[in-house]
């Protein structure tokens, strides 16, 4: 069967990739959904062929792909990096290890999160397509009702956001290595950990596999 591509799923909305694409409000909220849909993993993979392939991705690659799905459709949009604490906006869920419930309760994961910015009518609206709609059940702020209006809830809670870059991935690797040793290791840890949690729960997995369980865990 052949991979799927950018230009397939415009295709299935409706849209001829080789015209001249006009924004359509219910394109960007399908889009939307159907990336968020796609499992959270963080594994390393960035790539946007490769989440689409998979249904998978983390942050960063899910909005890569989130980012160039939208301006295939016709709008503008781009990746926002926002610095803050990844553990702060993640719940416990109760099939976590003791390990990674006292890393949440203890929260300070310094981390750099990825969102869309999408200029909608005027109005820039920041997209957070993290989490699948399977995590809902165990509190996780999914975003399953956003149809267009108003911003999206953030999976981290902010310290600060540091704008738009085209090349992300560099960009979130130079922010990375230059976190303090211990804070590094620490968010290395974090996000083993929970790519295991998450495994536990009612995420299906990728094309019938077993992504994020024993993978590295790079963000």
């Not at 267009?148 to 690797?173: M, N, S, Y």
């Amino acid at each position: 069967m052949a991979q799927q591509t950018i230009d397939d799923v415009i295709r299935s909305l409706g849209i001829d990739p080789d015209a001249e694409p006009r924004p359509s409000l219910p394109v960007a909220v399908a889009l939307f959904h159907l990336v968020r849909n796609f499992r959270y993993v963080s594994n390393g993979q960035r790539d946007p062929s490769w989440v689409l392939e998979n249904q998978a991705g983390s942050c960063s690659g899910k909005h890569i792909l989130l980012r160039d799905l939208l301006r295939a459709a016709g709008f503008k949009a781009d990746v926002q990096t926002v610095e803050g604490d990844f553990a702060a906006g993640v719940p416990a869920a109760p099939t976590f290890s003791p390990e990674l419930k006292t890393m949440l309760e203890e929260a300070g994961i310094h981390d750099y999160h990825h969102v869309v910015s999408l200029e909608l009518d005027g109005e820039t609206i920041l997209l957070d397509a993290t989490w699948p709609d399977s995590l809902k059940p165990y509190g996780f702020p999914v975003n399953d009702a956003w149809r267009g209006v108003g911003q999206t809830a953030l999976a981290l809670k902010p310290d600060r956001f540091l704008g738009a870059v085209e090349d992300i991935v560099p960009f979130k690797v130079d922010l990375i290595e230059k976190l303090p040793d211990d804070e590094r290791q620490r968010r290395q840890d974090f996000l083993s950990l929970l790519n295991v949690g998450l495994a536990s729960l009612d995420q299906p997995a990728p094309n019938g596999g077993d992504a994020g369980k024993g993978e590295p865990a790079t963000g």
